[in-house]
Nanobody
């Protein structure tokens, strides 16, 4: 089992930066791929970014490519999402997720952290 706790959300202005953190419990963090997803009001949850177990491979949604960066610190059991040049359309609840290495699906989720970008 993995427990995930996000932090770092808040209210910012367009063009600002924000860094989200996701602290994971358990001894298996370093073996799991991790991801960030978001869900805007009235919208479905969407993929934002993912990172493999070592941090050597990352993937991004087209909408955030070049502005967001995912990273991880396995010594701290933490994954980060650096968000730059934020836009009002980035407003959403951001969720951290961990993959089950057996199914390769994101099966563990945090409670989410709200990010609001004003224009």
């Amino acid at each position: 089992q993995v427990q995930l706790v996000e932090s770092g959300g808040g209210l910012v202005q367009a063009g600002d930066s924000l860094r989200l953190s996701c602290a994971a419990s358990g001894r298996t963090f370093s073996s799991r791929a991790m991801g960030w997803f978001r869900q805007g009001q009235g919208k479905e949850r969407e993929f934002v970014a993912s990172i493999n177990w070592s941090g050597g491979s990352t993937s991004y949604a087209d909408s955030v490519k070049g502005r967001f960066m995912i990273s991880r610190d396995n010594a701290k059991n933490t994954v980060y999402l650096q968000m730059n040049s934020l836009k009002p359309e980035d407003t959403a609840v951001y969720y951290c997720a961990a993959k089950n290495p057996l199914t390769m699906k994101f099966e563990y989720w945090g409670q989410g952290t709200q990010v609001t970008v004003s224009s």
